[in-house]
């Protein structure tokens, strides 16, 4: 024998592992190497000593036991409620602060507008938009809307 | 009168019913396979309760992933693929490993199996099926979980040496010097139990 991957060439030889030309010089070899064909004898013993061995196994356990056991985990799976979808800390912060800011601005403008002469400004909500305020001075024939963007659905989707 | 209509389908058919959430017809499927999905938990791992827990979440698992089977191979050799992964990484868990490192040393520097001598006679010659089976069975439990491993795969699974080595996360030179200790040692092993029993 020569060395270990001739040995190993020698099985893979066994195992259909090498190319055609390989196998014919493995081939040549063992022609002439009686330890190496002595060796593949051994291989080839041990390969066929194992054929069929795995297919005597039996479960040792009857079908509608084992099948229940898999059928209450199945069930106890699908019965999980669906992981809730982490919203971040920044998203949560945002979603409160748009609004605010919003009221806060409008709050502002009428104020301003108070201020300059009475009831020439004003403010209303959109009914169309919820969180949409707009903003109206008729002295200077300025309007001005708030919309919430992104929209809080959206903004959940996203995060 | 759903089972037994079941129970004549083919796998096929069997593996798009369950797709479509038939637990009946996933249940024909785990009667047909069961033994075949044990056999390969139990021939790696060597604890028959580990095969039975470990070929059940197999099962388990194989149900929440139909949906990526599209057929590429027979359904039995798709769940076959689930349990050995599912046996190594418990082996990897219980790192098994640490106690066979010794073996695995022999085994890396090509040592031990050269000093052996070449087994000539077949010691499984003329062995009763249920003899062979009880000493087969025998030798491989005393071969390292790395070796016993991928002479499974290799002989029970016609796995080639690429899809052993991608299987085990080694080398294809690692997965033929495994499979020449294990076939060596299994051989050595067999000579030994036929010595005992006379």
């Known amino acids: ?159 | 009168m759903i089972e037994s209509h079941y129970s004549s389908a083919g796998d096929e058919a069997l593996v798009r019913a369950s797709q479509q959430g038939e637990m009946v017809a996933f249940e024909e499927l785990v009667a047909r396979h069961r033994d075949k999905i044990y056999a390969r938990a139990y021939t790696i791992m060597r604890s028959e309760e580990e095969a039975i827990d470990l070929s059940q979440e197999a099962w388990v698992k194989g149900w929440q992933k139909l949906a990526q089977f599209h057929g590429e191979s027979s359904f039995g050799t798709w769940m076959t693929r689930i349990v050995i992964n599912l046996c190594l990484d418990q082996l990897r868990k219980q790192k098994r490993h640490r106690t066979e490192s010794v073996e695995a040393i022999a085994e890396d520097s090509g040592g031990i199996e050269r000093q052996m001598p070449v087994v000539i006679v077949n010691p499984t010659a003329g062995l009763e099926r249920v003899e062979l089976r009880q000493r087969i069975d025998q030798a491989l439990g005393q071969l390292s979980y790395e070796h016993r491993t991928v002479l499974v795969l290799h002989e029970f699974d016609d796995l080639e040496y690429k899809e052993i080595a991608r299987v085990m996360g080694c080398s294809i030179g690692t997965v033929m010097s495994r499979l020449f200790y294990a076939r060596r040692r299994l051989a050595a092993l067999l000579v030994d139990l036929k010595k005992d029993s006379k």
Not at chain 1, 2 to 13: G, M, T
Not at chain 1, 26 to 41: F, I, P, Q, Y
Not at chain 1, 148 to 156: H, K, M
Request: hydrophobic residues 45%.
């Open chain 1, 1 to 159: 024998m020569k060395d270990h991957e001739s040995e190993l060439k020698l099985q893979a030889f066994l195992d259909g592992e090498l190319p055609d030309a390989e196998a014919r010089e493995v081939a040549s070899w063992l022609a002439k190497d009686r330890e190496a064909t002595g060796l593949l004898g051994e291989l080839k013993n041990t390969r066929q000593a194992l054929v069929g061995f795995d297919r005597g196994i039996r479960l040792p356990e009857s079908r509608e036991f084992y099948w229940s056991k898999i059928q209450r985990q199945i069930e106890s799976v699908s019965a999980q409620p669906a992981p809730e979808v982490q919203v971040s800390w920044f998203a949560q912060l945002r979603r409160l602060l748009v609004p605010a800011t919003a009221l806060a601005l409008v709050c502002l403008a009428g104020f301003v507008a108070l201020k300059q002469g009475g009831a020439s400004a004003g403010a209303e909500t959109s009914l169309a938009t919820p969180g949409a305020f707009t903003y109206r001075d008729f002295n200077s024939g300025t309007t001005l809307v708030w919309l919430p963007y992104p929209a809080e659905d959206q903004l959940a989707t996203a995060y």
